[in-house]
């Protein structure tokens, strides 16, 4: 490849090419999404990217795309394709005069890269965020100090059945995975996957091994990479397991007007429109 340590930069970020890696830096401007600068720098082993595509980007600009295998990177399995594109830590965005200069380093890199067989590799090959973590969710405090990872419930937001359980306290060893809704949609969540799925409510709000977000909670920067390096400990204890989810169950109506009362939140807030302040709504009134 060209000599080790060449940097490609870009906006709000910059590709160092090495021998068996790339290490990606972002950058901690104001225009820099909250999720890259929270991120930092990553460093990306060869082995765990899959493809390397350049295509046209808007207003004049190229954008080269390390495409991550599934399995390699705990950030992007957490994610599940829910990032927008002007987060994904994988997209380096440059001026369309540098697509020359871009295409030459996709070529050299794409010459390095293994044949994907489309197999997942046995451990994650990307370093995970490292703990301790937490947030403030919606109903909760979430915190994780590499081990274990606790919920403190917050009397303004969690249901009645979250304060019956009381705060919880989950070991890596009695989970199989994490799901993540980005709190950018309604009713996201972070759930704990426990490896006895059939104890587990459907309803994130009604689950003691889940916190929801709200409007200000749970930010995708905060949020998503504590996700990540829960997976990663998970995965790092052989425990991850497929995982069904369980047969849905009424809500209290205690719960329901909670729910209805978040969603005029968002909708006053604009982040839900009149049809789908509407129609969830009716979704809602219809579990009693």
Do not use: N
Not at 159 to 175: C, H, N, T
Not at 214 to 241: C, D
Request: aromatic share 8%; charged share 25%; net charge negative.
């Amino acid at each position: 490849m060209s000599r080790m340590g060449d940097v490609l930069a870009g906006f709000h970020a910059a590709w160092e090419f090495g021998s068996d890696s790339v290490l990606i830096r972002f950058e901690r401007g104001m225009r820099t999404p909250k999720l890259l600068q929270a991120l930092g720098e990553r460093r990306i082993p060869h082995e765990a990217i899959a493809a390397v595509t350049l295509t046209p980007g808007k207003r004049g600009t190229v954008v080269l795309h390390a495409v991550p295998r599934p399995g390699a990177d705990p950030l992007m399995d957490a994610a599940a394709g829910q990032l927008k594109e002007g987060c994904d830590p994988y997209r380096l965005v440059l001026p369309a005069e540098r697509g020359t200069l871009a295409e030459y380093y996709a070529d050299e890199l794409r010459a390095l890269l293994s044949l994907d067989d489309g197999i997942p590799p046995a451990r994650y090959l990307v370093t995970p965020p490292e703990a301790p973590l937490h947030f403030k969710a919606y109903d909760g405090k979430a915190s994780f100090d590499g081990r274990s990872v606790a919920f403190r419930w917050f009397w303004t937001g969690a249901s009645s059945a979250k304060w019956k359980a009381g705060d919880k306290s989950f070991a890596v060893s009695e989970l199989s995975g994490v799901e993540w809704r980005s709190p950018e949609v309604f009713e996201g969540h972070l759930r704990l996957l426990r490896r006895d799925a059939s104890e587990q409510p459907a309803q994130a709000d009604q689950d003691p091994a889940a916190v929801i977000f709200g409007l200000g909670y749970g930010p995708v920067h905060e949020s998503l990479p504590f996700a990540a390096s829960v997976l990663a400990a998970v995965r790092a204890t052989g425990s991850a397991v497929p995982v069904s989810g369980p047969s849905p169950a009424r809500r209290d109506p205690a719960d329901i007007a909670d729910r209805i009362r978040h969603l005029g939140e968002l909708h006053q807030a604009g982040l839900v429109t009149d049809a789908e302040f509407t129609t969830k709504k009716a979704e809602l009134l219809a579990e009693l």
